[in-house]
């Protein structure tokens, strides 16, 4: 349910560890939004997902890796998630049906997440990692799905087909669109490192990877 996901509300203060400092905005106004992503549809109309570890001729494979999450029911949008507004940002959380249907993200949109190391990741070979609608159910997603986007950073998925029957995986997106507003004072960011000012603090990007280059920098990033 939407009212057991951890929103972010007006007042709110999110600050982004980007793997080269901290950034913190505060939150100025908000709306949620649910947001039913059709997987196979919005990608050019794809055949179903393959049987897991067959990729069969004529259908999609069963690891099926998207390069962006884009909507081909709407022109030219070809990344939902890029965002043009310099003081916007979105708190998502993901539900998937069918259940057994398993997805990775992607941030930036080129690298996986949930990556360990020794390339322990997800692979034609390896699939283990990873939400499955089991875990954050399609009505239901769960909070550990959470992921934020900021300008200049967007995210993708990887979507795995664990069983032998072809599946056509469709999304649900809980959105929380925000307007946020930049901290600049010292002060406040040092009390809001030190923890005296209460803030979510949110790491973008994989731990040991930074992403700052990745972000706009008009946003914050670029340094």
């Known amino acids: ?10 007042n709110y203060i999110v600050a982004f560890q980007t793997g080269s400092g ?34 069969i001729t004529g259908l999609s494979p069963f690891i099926l890796d998207l390069s962006t999450l884009q909507l081909t029911s709407i022109q030219n949008v070809q990344d939902m998630f890029n965002l043009t507004r310099q003081n916007e940002v979105l708190q998502v959380f993901t ?17 996986k997440m949930m990556a360990l190391d020794n390339n322990i990741t997800v692979s ?5 990692q990873g939400y499955d609608g089991f875990i954050s159910p399609f009505n239901s997603p ?21 069983v032998t029957v072809p599946v056509q995986p469709t999304v649900n ?21 030190s923890g ?7 790491s973008l990007g994989l731990p040991f990877e930074s992403v700052s280059s990745n972000i706009s920098a008009s946003f914050g990033g670029g340094h």
Do not use: C, H, W
């Open 124 to 128: 034609s070979s390896f699939y283990q």
């Open 142 to 162: 769960s909070p550990d799905t959470e992921i934020f986007v900021v300008p200049g950073l967007s995210f993708s998925m990887l979507l795995i087909n664990t």
């Open 95 to 111: 539900g998937i049906q069918p259940s057994y249907v398993r997805f990775v993200y992607k941030q930036p949109i080129t690298t």
């Open 22 to 55: 901290l950034l913190p905005y505060k939150v100025i106004k908000k709306e949620v939004i649910p947001f039913i992503y059709d997987v196979l549809e919005e990608n050019g109309n794809l055949p179903p997902l393959s049987p897991v570890t067959q990729n």
């Open 173 to 193: 997106f809980i959105i929380n669109r925000m307007q946020v507003e930049k901290i600049t004072d010292p002060k406040t960011i040092q009390d809001i490192q």
């Open 196 to 202: 005296r000012i209460p803030a979510k603090i949110v």
């Open 1 to 10: 349910m939407i009212t057991e996901l951890p929103i972010l509300k007006e």
